[in-house]
Each structure stands twice: as C-alpha cells, then as structure tokens.
C-alpha cells in the first residue's frame, strides 16, 4: 500500500512528485502522507474510488504548480521575502542618511535610531533632546512606513494589480460557453477575492486613521489635565504635537518620545497611560480581533446601506468566511479569541508575580504604594511585550523582574506566529485542524537560536567595554538589549546618568551588532512560501483561462469550412477527455 501511484492524467506524475516534500502538496492530501518524497496513501481500499479520483486530479496540479516553481528559480519564489528584506535596508539607510545632515551625530548613531524607527524597536544611541523638530517628523514617517497594519496594504494592493490584468479575459471566458464550470467557479472565485482585497484595503486604511486620530484626540485632552513637561515646554512644542506624535509611536509599538525621560513625568497621569495602552494593543496584538470586528460593522452597514445583493458586501462576507486568503492579520473567530485569552492570561500572571515580588520593596517606594505600583506594573508588562514605553527606572528593579520582562518579550512572536503558521496551512479549513503546538516549538527553537548567535558577536565585540564599565555594562544587561532588540521592544537598561539605550555606549562594531539583530526581528514572522497571501501567480486561475485559451482556438478552427488537421483532431479529443474528468470530479 505504501507503493507510489501514478495517476493516469500525468504520466511522468511519479518522476514529479520525487521532488522533495511541498508544503502546499501534503495540504492537498489531507488524508495522505509523503515518505521519502514520494506520495502514497493511507489505507487506500477504505477510500472511495470518488474520493481517489479527486485527489488524483488534486495531485496533478499541484505536479503542475511544483514544477511552474522550481522554473522560478530561488528568486522567482522569494520576491516577497528579499523585498521585505531589501525594503528595510533602503529605508535605513535613508533615514541615516537624513538624520545625520539634520543632527550633529555621526552616521553610524544616526543609522541606528533610524533602523531602530523603521522596525518599531524603540532603542536609540542618541538622546532625543538632541534631536530637531525637523528629525521627529521623519522618525515619526519611519514609524509609519515600518508598522505592520500600514505594511498589509502594499501586498493586497499588489495582489489586486496583478489581478486587474485579468479581469478582461475572466470576463470574457465567464461569457463564453466552451468555458467548462469547473474554470467557471475558479475564475468566479478569483473575481471574489479581488473585490474582497479591495474592500479589506479600504478597511485596514479606515481602522489606522481612527486609531490616529482617535488617539491624537484624546491624548491632547488627557495631556492637559496637568502641565506640560518644563522640558518639553522650553522646546517650543504644544500639545497637540505631543499627543500625535505620542500617538504614532504607540500605534506603531515604536516607544520613542519627544521627552528622554520617557512616561516617568506621567505615571500620575492614569488617563495618558490607559489610552496609551488601547493605543498600544489596537497595533498589535488586538489588531487581528479589532480588525475583525471592523469588518463586520462595515459589513452591517452595507448590508442596510447598499442591499444584500451588492457587490461590496458580497466581497465583505468573502473576507469575513476566508481572511487568510485576504492578509496575514485576519483570522477566524477561534484564532482571535486564542489571542485575545493568551494576551489576557500571560498579563495577568506576569502583573501578579511583579505585585508579588515588587511589594515593600525599597527602591520602588519612590512611585508610590504597592497597589499604585501594582498597576504601573501592569502598563509597564504590555510596554514590554509589545512597545518601549518606560514608567520605571530599569535599574531599580530586580534581577527577578528584569528576567520577567526578558521572558515577556522572548515569548512576544510565539503566539502570533503560531497562528500564522498554522493558518497558511488550513487557509479554507476549519481552525481546529491547526496544529499549533508543533509550529511552536519550531518556532522557540528557532528564535531562540538566531538570538543566541546575536548576543555572541555582541559579546565578542564589546568585551573590552564590559571589563572598563563592569558595573554600568554587565553581561546581563547586553542579553537583556539584544532580546529587546531582535524581539522590536526597545526597553533598556540604561547607563546610569545617561538619556539614550544602554547600546548607545557599544562601540561602532557592537551597533552594528544591534542593528543587524533589529532587522532579523524585523523578517521574523513573515509567511511561508506556500501562504496563499503572497501568491501573486495565481496557478489555477492561470490554468483556468489557458484552457479557456485552447477551448476557444479550437471553437474558431472548428467554424472555419476547411478540413482539420491530424494534430488539431487530437487536440480536440484531449480537451474533451480533460473536460469530463474535470467536470466528473467537480460532481463527485
């Protein structure tokens, strides 16, 4: 039973699928398995003949589309993973390149807190009291242009112009009648899904201009509710230029503010450290959830607004009934409320080990009394899993909670990407085939690693400046900077009497050390290259119309009065045995 089959439809099928393992092959055989690249079945005679048929059929086209990739070359099947990367890089280096012309700080700095801007870190080798007005505005487009719900655009709008080119020829095949159903219902499908990209652009716009502007608002009123910061104040900035820049870092998750003190001067603000906190969850780990819900409020209103029958809201119940074939940061309603549980769940253990651990403890007495510090704690545990907002002096607290925090932010990627891997594989199943326990601890092991590798070079690097400042730049404490780095974080252990990260005191070699850890963080996370996300071929569409393609030549040569040739008669005969296998499956 374990002997490799052949399917009848593709005769060199065998010699196909010796190819090493596809991800997107073993989602095809659901009740398959591969061994030694080759694939058979399980317990075949207690499956139906209707039931082999298809997944012969299934089988053969993903031959089709295994072969279309390797043709690609390494490249071809990675331009959205050396983009991203290349992206990056480029927008470092222009915002170094423009930090350092505005500022009076050298290139190397200056590309750091750019690189730190544009990944949303939050770690800077510059104090920003060194910065200008002209600076914070371009750190602030690095922000922007870096986070992750303004990053989902590019790729749906990319889609939906690859899409675009087809639509003519999708038109016309759905119009013609020697255009088989089964090439029907793929190009119907594809039809869907560009109206649904194209209404999820809209709503991922919408959801980041009301959590701007929402956010700018009602930091402005919560801002005067005491004095501005005398630092702040003798720079010349008003409140509203706090609050919407406040704003951008905390919807980014970037943790850079205008003052070098961070939220130290608010931590009796309670109203500036609730909204900061929505702020903060709205990007990034409530995105998916609220993203959802967005969805389905706009979904009403075209319902009442447009009709049931509209185009916009059928493309609205396409992306609610299959949001992984839309973006990576929408889910089914199992997904998000796993998210939303383990964000709960791991906040609450972690505020009531540092309420535990943190009571009557010297040095936090200064922000007030234990249950006051309880709930600072609290900001400061979501500012370490997500942003680099700090209420604390990092050096006040423990080595326990610092390894708390280090913990928190270790653990920050594991969740949502566990989702993600596990969605690109059941991207139209039900969420309970997921299986997140092994993407997981693949995804430790891996995280892990690259982290490990990082703090050695760092080390290497900056040995000589731990053994003339071993009590300001210790071991720990450059473990605890390359977690935060590589996990886009941004809290530090700062140097004491200084107003920038502790990896403003490394040396040229160590930064570079930094940076490279920042854009390792940055790439971790992406899909697979099987996710259907960033599929910008469309294999079945395109096979669809190249049968229409054939269909149609064969329909003119037909209504020409001349004889057919030999070759041109097979090709008919082809065509309609392929069109009955396929219609037959599509029945079965």
Known sequence: ESEPQSSPLHPHLERKTTLSPNPRTSRVLSRGSIYGGRISYLEPRKASVAYRGSVMVAIAREADSIKQELQQGFIGNRVFHISWAVYFVVLSLIGGFILCTSDDTSFVDSLFDSTSCAVNSGLTAVSVAERSKASFVWMAILMLLGSGPILLLPTILFRCYKLKKHIPKMQSALASLETPDSSKLVILDH????????????????????????????????????????ALRDRGFTFFQIALFTAVSAFTNSGILLSPDSLSYYTNNAAVLIILSIIITGGNVLLPVLLGQLCQCVRWMSRHVLGPAHRWTNALD??????????????????????????????????????????????????????????????????????????FNFRDLGSDVLFMYALAMFLVPVPYIGVLRATSQTAKVDESEMLLVTVMKKIVFRVWFLRLLVILALVVCENHTIEDNQEDVQLWYIIFEVISAYSLVGVSVSAPGTEYSLSGKFTTYGKLCVVLAFLIGKNRGLPELSDPVIDFTFPELRNALDQYDKLAKIGGAIGNDRAMSPIELKMIEENDENIENDVGNVDL
């Open 191 to 230: 039809l869907l899904l560009y109206d649904a990209s194209m209404v999820s652009a809209v709503v991922i716009l919408l959801y980041v201009l009301l959590f701007l502007l929402l956010g700018t608002l009602t930091l402005t009123l919560a801002y005067q509710l005491y004095d501005m910061e005398p």
């Open 318 to 391: 396409y992306v609610l009934l299959n949001p992984r074939l839309i973006t990576t940061h929408m889910y089914f309603h199992g997904e998000n409320m796993y998210l939303f549980q383990f964000f709960l769940l791991s906040n609450t253990l972690m505020t009531i080990f540092f309420a535990c651990v943190s009571a009557n403890r010297e040095k936090m007495m200064q922000y007030g009394s234990n249950s006051e510090v309880a709930l600072l704690g609290l900001f400061q545990i979501i500012n370490a899993r997500h942003s680099g907002f700090a209420v």
